[in-house]
């Protein structure tokens, strides 16, 4: 029998291409590519999975997590940029912030908007790597679409759904994008199955490599919204380096951070915390953001994580016997994106 999770998709989400990065400055070959859910998707057809189509939701459910504002930028920033002629002067075809608005900068002053547009990037984007270009936003836009019917479907029943979702969204708070991630999908999907009405409880649970800094920051003062996060250590400095340390807590916030070089033993550890923390909040359904950058041969993350333990992950995950929605995050090595991601949901659905 084939894998039973139905996985959400959307065409539109090829749209972020982006060749280069900016990256200290110096532009770099991109990874966070379409390629990379042309390979999860077919991986997870190879092992039978339903593939469904993401149906478009209105702006709701999105501003329920996101400033408008932050909304507003990302819908016009690239046809803003390319009208005021940056594409040939200076020669940058993405938009990308060079000044932000830093508490030392303002000194207790509140921001201004920027006139200039090269500066309002900076009021939105928290780091210069994360580029806008031409269909940045309809695929961005489309990411969360593809979020939002994945809940819809366990909204309707389903146990489980999975939302092929790329670009990646968990970096991003209610009003700051980066972190190659422009819209927080996964925050999306835990305030729509809120605002469901079948859930009072949600869990939100990221196993990606990195520190799920946009839904902590999002659902900081919301005690309804338990988000738990397993990653690398931010002092041993990766990103997003000045957030997801141990002892950052809230009302509802758990950070189990791990050394460079963690296997499966010790991530598996921090997985089976995010579950106790789940049980102790008391959560009626599930969001995990699933990045499979954990991956041993995955050079963004120092973290050393076979096949085995996602498979492993999944099936501890599936022990809450929760209604689940998964939520495609990182993993950018194109060999094995799809097998991670499969392992994982092949845990998952076995305790189905
Ligand atoms: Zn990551």
């Known amino acids: 029998m084939g894998l039973s999770i ?16 900016v990256w200290l400055g110096v532009a770099i070959d991109a990874d966070e590519l379409p390629a990379r859910a042309d390979r999860i998707r077919s991986a997870l057809e190879g092992a039978g999975a339903t593939v469904v189509e993401s149906e478009s939701h209105d702006d709701a459910p999105l501003l329920a997590v996101h ?10 920033a690239w046809s803003e940029w390319s009208a ?10 993405d938009v990308v912030g060079y000044i932000f608005p830093t508490p030392g900068l303002l000194s207790g002053l509140e921001p201004r908007v920027p006139t200039a547009l090269s500066a309002r990037t900076g009021a939105w984007c928290f780091d210069t790597m994360t580029v806008i270009g031409e269909g940045t936003w309809e695929a961005a836009r489309a990411a969360v679409d593809t979020a939002l019917t994945a809940t819809d479907l ?18 991003v708070t209610r009003t700051a994008f980066g972190g190659s991630c422009y819209l927080n999908n996964a925050a999306v999907a835990a305030q729509h199955l809120r605002d469901g009405g079948t859930s009072s409880r949600v869990a939100l649970l990221d196993v990606d490599a990195h520190h799920g800094n946009g839904a902590q920051a999002i659902f900081w003062e919301h005690d309804d919204v338990l988000t738990a996060s397993v990653h690398v250590d931010p002092t041993d ?18 950070n189990v951070t791990l050394p460079s070089g963690s296997g499966d033993e010790a991530w598996l550890a921090g997985v089976d915390r995010l579950v106790e923390a789940t049980r102790a909040h008391g959560s009626d359904a599930v969001v995990v953001a699933l990045g499979v950058d954990a991956g041993i041969d995955d050079p963004n993350s120092p973290l050393a994580v076979t096949a085995h333990a996602f498979r492993e992950a999944g099936r501890r995950l599936g022990t809450l016997g929760l209604p689940t ?8 090595v194109l060999d094995t994106v ?13 305790t189905r």
Request: hydrophobic share 35%.
């Open 6 to 21: 139905p996985v959400v998709w959307s065409d539109a989400q090829r749209r972020h291409a982006p060749e280069t990065g």
């Open 67 to 76: 400033d408008a504002g932050l909304v507003e930028f990302l819908r016009t």
């Open 84 to 93: 005021e002629g940056y594409p040939d002067d200076p020669g940058q075809p």
């Open 154 to 171: 366990v909204l309707g029943g389903a146990p489980a759904a999975y939302a092929c979702c790329r670009p990646p969204g968990h970096h």
């Open 237 to 254: 400095g990766w990103f997003p380096h000045f957030l997801g340390f141990a002892d950052e807590s809230g009302p509802s916030n758990l």
């Open 325 to 332: 929605v998964v939520v495609q995050e990182g993993g950018y």
């Open 338 to 350: 799809g097998a991670l991601v499969l392992a994982a949901l092949e845990g998952l659905d076995e």
